[in-house]
């Protein structure tokens, strides 16, 4: 059962929207020191477009920011924030920055080992609309200090057609000859285009989760295997993170969005990824302690927007046992968890971090173990402050013991 939960606030500004941190990432550098990557922006929550996130939203006027912890995640300094990319910069200017290799396959790159426990990386996207056609262009950004200066030439994912993005990719999971996998959402559509230049399988299932390999430290990445999709066809799966067992099995962790399923679920691969299991769920109907909250809490007068369930986050602990938060997105609003004790075979019953949100805007969970058995996670949430549209989008954690 969880224990000793303590909230902290990451970064709140009422004139700005600070959101979606599993677009960026966190990072666990040892002794105290974490960071976590998200994108905030100035906002009026004034009219709808000031709190959307589709094009025309909140993305397009923000930063990819990264806040520093020395702490363990109790203070957050704002003298500490970075700024990994700005989507506020010129389109053109964007272009020549994130097309250096597209133009030159010889511009030089730093030389940066992503086995090193000062690395980390960075996977966004970016919406060029002052081009014909516009198009969404997904990059990888590199830093060999624990994210105070990144790298000056990113890699492009999808430098053929022009159109990527590659939303999750993190955690990334390193094997034992020291390459690297990541599970990226591929889409023949504009949420999540083609990572890859080929239009191999995405006719049939234009929504899928595809593996992505390097074994050049992030240089270059390749499409190795399609991991799941929606066999409905009505739905897609997304939010995917991936777990490496002590076994060598690989575990693929996402959200099925209609079609099949809505819910949490889960397969495996036994050969390295390059073939997977059927994906079955792991967030059983029935058992909710989301139905025991006070009424008072549970009726905001709001509707869910989406899908109920948001973005799952799994950690695999220290002891072995098998963590997954997400976010969710009905009445009660808030962040909730479930464990396996079993390397995912069985499950327990959903656990609450909190269920105190204003609103359904919410989620995107990342997290670490800080000590045995205490997991820092991180997540956006919204307050009722006065702001309109339920009030303002901010960045906040949780220390809980489990």
Not at 71 to 90: C, L
Not at 336 to 350: M, R
Request: proline share 7%; aromatic share 10%.
């Amino acid at each position: 059962m969880i224990k000793n939960i303590q909230h902290t606030v990451i970064d709140l500004d009422k004139t700005r929207y600070a959101g979606h941190p599993r677009q960026g990432g966190i990072f666990d550098f040892g002794n105290g020191e974490l960071a976590v990557l998200y994108n905030r922006a100035p906002c009026a929550y004034k009219q709808w477009p000031d709190v959307r996130h589709d094009v025309g939203g909140y993305h397009q006027r923000s930063q990819v920011i990264l806040a520093r912890t020395y702490d363990g995640g109790a203070t957050w300094d704002r003298a500490n924030d970075v700024v990994v990319f700005d989507r506020t910069t010129p389109d053109d200017a964007q272009l020549q920055y994130l097309e250096q290799t597209k133009r030159d396959p010889q511009t030089p790159r730093d030389t940066i080992d992503l086995n090193s426990p000062d690395t980390a990386i960075h996977f966004g996207f970016t919406w060029i609309s002052d081009c014909d056609p516009p198009r969404l262009v997904g990059f990888a950004l590199r830093s060999a200090d624990r994210g105070h200066t990144w790298e000056s030439v990113p890699t492009l994912l999808n430098p053929r057609t022009d159109s990527a993005s590659a939303h999750y990719g993190i955690p990334l999971i390193a094997m034992p000859d020291g390459t690297h996998l990541g599970a990226m959402s591929h889409s023949a559509g504009n949420m999540y285009p083609p990572l890859d230049g080929t239009p191999t399988d995405t006719t049939e299932y234009p929504h899928h989760i595809a593996l992505y390999g390097t074994d050049d430290h992030g240089l270059t990445w390749e499409p190795l295997s399609m991991i799941c999709h929606d066999p409905t066809g009505l739905g897609f799966p997304a939010y995917a993170a991936l777990l490496l067992l002590p076994s060598g099995r690989l575990q693929c962790y996402t959200l099925n969005i209609g079609g099949q399923r809505d819910t949490i679920q889960v397969c495996h691969s036994d050969d390295g990824g390059y073939s997977w299991s059927d994906t079955r769920p792991i967030v059983g109907w029935g058992r909710s302690p989301w139905v025991n909250v006070p009424q008072q809490h549970r009726m905001s007068g709001r509707k869910a927007f989406g899908k109920f369930l948001r973005s799952p986050w799994p950690l695999r602990l220290a002891d072995g046992r098998i963590v997954v938060i997400f976010g969710r997105r009905k009445p009660p609003y808030g962040i909730g968890l479930i464990v396996s004790e079993n390397d995912g075979d069985t499950w327990s019953d959903q656990q609450i971090i909190r269920a105190d949100s204003a609103g359904p805007d919410l989620g995107y969970n990342v997290a670490v173990e800080t000590a045995p058995g205490t997991i820092f996670t991180a997540y956006y949430y919204t307050d009722d402050d006065g702001n309109g549209f339920g009030g303002t989008r901010y960045i906040a954690g949780s220390h809980i013991e489990i």
